[in-house]
């Protein structure tokens, strides 16, 4: 299989980036931020979420920014709603697309939203009814793709069943997540290999993070598996390589460079995007989390 | 092609790495690394070079610490040399292997050695024929492989000419090395593919920079092209991600990490390649270079 001619970008760095920093950020920030990467040619854009505060502080003023950013022609501006609640919270702030999460391993989905994968998908069932009778795309999260924190190995089987679910409710798209960083190109080959007979292939993206340095690499892989989507964060978000326990979120900047070395088009501006990441990683006081903007910067 | 079922490590961490380091490292500190190295399973180490010590005064002692060095059976203890007096120095101090270096640029090869690519290779020539007459191998190494500080790109045929002359003067193995770590897969390909009509392909290695977050794909391409030595430098020595204008070598953790997960034999343990990694940041008071080590000591 040849390598994608374009790849989309989905840049997850203002939700789920920003959500595992520390700092508390304002408003405005967030705006400038997003209002940054749609100028640097982003047209997929993670903004917020409705979720209660009292569980993602980070998240508490989505629908303020919302409000707030400069909504550029053609671009996507999405956020995660766990619920009908938070739906139709996000409806009433003017959102066209959310994203729901469910996990492939079952200790996961019980540590992290306190369900079994069964029960996450069946509370899906209404938000996904609802989203279709308002004309909101949905896009599908999978978690633990590669690996598990507490069951260790993933059948790539069990990615696929979960992967099936969401894309037979309405998920437009399925973002398949290694959470935790461990996975190797072989096994991320493999995985869209199986997960392929489930989904389209053209339906799939890749959600990597960096813990282990492996996403650059699983990316490579998944293009000569032939998808074409990829999430990252501007600035590595959330994935401060400085911290213990770091969600390791992939840098924008890193991929994109990847991908303009393949010659494979996104429409993303890689100087805008570095000053895009280094702004928000001055307003957050980190060191920018991104290779390639260390490098750049540097010279 | 399919992956290889094999590949060889060669780490060159205590010369490569710690001579980019800024902070003076003892010859017992030095010693112990390289220990320590081969008792993690490492077959193929470069401890050290025979310079002036005016030039690179990291390298001092490097006769010492092959005098005190445990030589372990099967394990090739290897010193970088640049000219004959170097090579007399090597061979008085027992080692049986050498390396030399030149450019694929005009460019670097001024600024960084002081004459053409074309006098490298002639000043070579009595070393590698000394060489010869001694019954000492000879490693090459290609500098800027994948571009060039000054010049920019860098030709893949420029490669395979100075590749081919190292080869045909007597090199059993030449390294091809991007310097700067600007490569990309598809570029590392198109290279390794070009230079194997000039040298044998089990006569390459890829030394690869990660300097903007490359290397593991290039790696992981290197590998779809046949490619199985890889040269790696333990906790990342020498390319710390923290300082300015660092030199980037990959971290022989990350690229252990990724080719277990790909099932390549190495004949290299991580958890005991970690622990010298750990050892040795520690000396040096720097964060360990290496995503992989970083990961697993946090757990």
Redesign the interface.
């Known amino acids: 299989m040849s390598?994608p001619k374009q790849v989309r970008l989905v840049e997850v760095g203002p939700r789920d980036g920003l959500q595992n920093e520390r700092q508390p950020i304002s408003v405005a920030d967030k705006v400038r931020l997003v209002n940054d990467l749609s100028a640097a040619g982003l047209s997929h854009i993670e903004v917020g979420s409705f979720v209660s505060p009292k569980w993602v502080p980070q998240m508490a003023g989505s629908a303020e920014v919302f409000a707030q950013i400069e909504r550029k022609a053609g671009v996507t501006y999405a956020a995660l709603t766990p619920n009908l609640q938070g739906l139709e919270a996000a409806i009433a702030a003017g959102v066209r697309e959310v994203a729901v999460f469910a996990a492939a391993s079952e200790a996961f989905s019980q540590k992290n939203i306190n369900c079994s994968i069964a029960e996450s998908l069946a509370r899906f069932a209404p938000l996904l009814e609802a989203a279709r009778a308002r004309d909101i795309r949905v896009r599908g999260y999978v978690s633990c793709v590669l690996g598990c924190p507490y069951e260790g190995e993933v059948a790539p089987g069990k990615v696929a069943e979960v992967a099936g679910e969401l894309h037979a409710m309405g998920c437009y798209e399925i973002s398949l997540g290694d959470t935790i960083?461990t996975?190797?190109?072989?096994?991320a080959r493999t995985l869209f290999d199986t997960v392929a007979r489930a989904v389209p292939r053209e339906r799939l993206a890749g959600h990597f993070h960096?813990?282990?340095?492996?996403a650059?690499?699983n990316?490579?892989?998944s293009l000569l598996e032939g998808i074409a989507v990829f999430d990252s964060s501007v600035a590595g978000l959330g994935g401060c390589?400085?911290a213990?326990?770091a969600s390791?979120n992939v840098?924008s900047e890193?991929v994109l460079?990847?991908l303009?070395?393949?010659?494979i088009h996104t429409g993303v501006e890689l100087p805008a995007l570095i000053a895009a990441g280094q702004r928000i990683s001055e307003v957050l006081g980190r060191?920018n989390g991104?290779?390639?903007a260390?490098?750049r910067l540097?010279q």
């Open positions: 390598l960083g996975g190797t190109p072989g096994k960096d813990t282990y340095g492996q650059l690499a990316i490579y892989a390589p400085y213990k326990g390791g840098a890193d460079y990847l303009d070395g393949l010659g060191p991104s290779r390639v260390r490098a540097a």
